[in-house]
């Protein structure tokens, strides 16, 4: 009876849409547990790091790069996504966005600095007003990578969406 029991919950448990593949990840469900504080997905090595996201991933990811709400936490491989204060949703996700464009992380942390920033201190981090601003430079990037002008002839991926601006990953 212990069994059919223990047998059920598991079952119950590994249905549940609140397990979040690795590999294949769902923003919405990512972006929730985020939220909650219950985002505990691991890598094959068994560490909590943030999922396989890929280029499929980048509209629904920029959906939430203007959300300036702190989260409880953030799943870097580094100690230095401690530092700053609680992480902020939409700086996060461009620190995926940005992720996937260059193909390895972006920084160590996911805050964005101001570009004199000489170090990683909190007053070079920018405030949830430029979090948004930057976030329109992202989607201005996308819009041209997904709509290319035909005569271009650079590889808009390797254009950096913060190139003009005050703002760069540390």
Not at 80 to 93: A, V
Not at 121 to 128: I, R, S
């Amino acid at each position: 009876m212990t069994l059919l029991v223990l047998c059920s919950l598991f079952l119950v448990s590994s249905c549940s849409d609140e397990t979040l593949d690795y590999y294949n990840p769902e923003v919405k469900l990512f972006v929730k547990q985020l939220k909650a504080g219950t985002y505990n997905t691991t890598n094959e090595m068994g560490v909590v790091e943030v999922p396989k996201f890929t280029q499929k991933h980048i509209p629904l990811l920029l959906r939430y790069v203007d959300d300036t709400a702190e989260i409880p936490s953030f799943p870097l491989r580094s100690m230095t996504s401690h530092f700053g204060g609680k992480p902020r949703l939409g700086e996060c996700m461009l620190w995926i966005i940005e992720g996937i464009r260059l193909g390895h992380d972006p920084s160590m942390g996911c805050k964005l600095v101001t570009r004199d920033a000489d170090n990683y201190d909190g007053m070079y981090f920018l405030d949830n007003n430029e979090i948004v601003e930057a976030a329109k430079l992202y989607r201005n990037w996308w819009e041209k990578v997904e709509n290319p002008n035909p005569i271009w002839s650079v590889d808009l991926w390797l254009i950096d969406p913060l190139h003009d601006s005050n703002y760069r990953w540390w």
